[in-house]
């Protein structure tokens, strides 16, 4: 079964730092991109970040750009988002998602995690 | 970035209904938009990529149609599990932007 599921979500204070983590699992994980895209509470969904099959070229929402960075270790099959200098703004669920096409940055997402929650608040 | 619009907001109807949801392109995009059904507290579920190819799974009930800058979803005859927020986002290019949403509710 093709599974993706996050973890590391928390509350933390303003100005502080988090690392979520994404296993996947069921498909061939280093010949697809993979995304994380985010919801805040009562809001609609915001891309945040992408990264390509071999890790070799990543992307992400102005938003976030500076303050997070994404990355990959095929061999472990797992996807991150280290998030630093985390704002209120920044409370949302997080999802990791599957590149449905292949090796594709801009593509729909066909598998999507269960989602993490990150808190910003003092 | 390309701005998504959908309309409407939210729409309430009845098990049975046909319901049309629309999605507007700020620039053209093809046919590179997608269609998601999120339900409360669960991740979103590609419905319908490329416009119009319905995903394994889901029912002939949704179809989607549309190229350039102007799309639809439609949902025909209305069943109870359907009743949730349904999301349209292009895949033309890098930043992937999403409307922001269509609540369908009885």
Known sequence: EVQLL????KLVQPGGSLRLSCAASGFTFRTYAMSWARQAPGKGLEWV???SGSGGVTKYA??????????????KHTLSLQMNSLRAEDTAVYYCAKSLS??????AFDIWGQGTVVTVSS | DFQMTQS???LSASVGDSVTITCRA?????TYLNWYQQKAGKAPK?????????????????????SGTYFSLTISSLQPEDFA??????????????????????
């Open chain 1, 102 to 107: 292949g090796d594709y940055l801009s593509d």
């Open chain 1, 6 to 9: 996050e973890s590391g979500g």
């Open chain 2, 46 to 66: 590609l419905l319908i990529s490329g416009a119009s190819g319905l995903q394994g799974g889901v029912p002939s009930r949704f179809s989607g149609g549309g």
């Open chain 2, 85 to 106: 927020t349904y999301f349209c986002q292009q895949s033309y290019s890098v930043p992937p932007t999403f409307g922001q949403g269509t609540k369908v509710e009885i």
């Open chain 2, 26 to 30: 700020s620039q053209t995009i093809s």
């Open chain 1, 62 to 75: 102005d938003s976030v750009k500076g303050r997070f960075i994404i990355s990959r270790d095929n061999s």
């Open chain 1, 49 to 51: 970040s992408g990264v």
């Open chain 2, 8 to 10: 409407p907001s939210s």
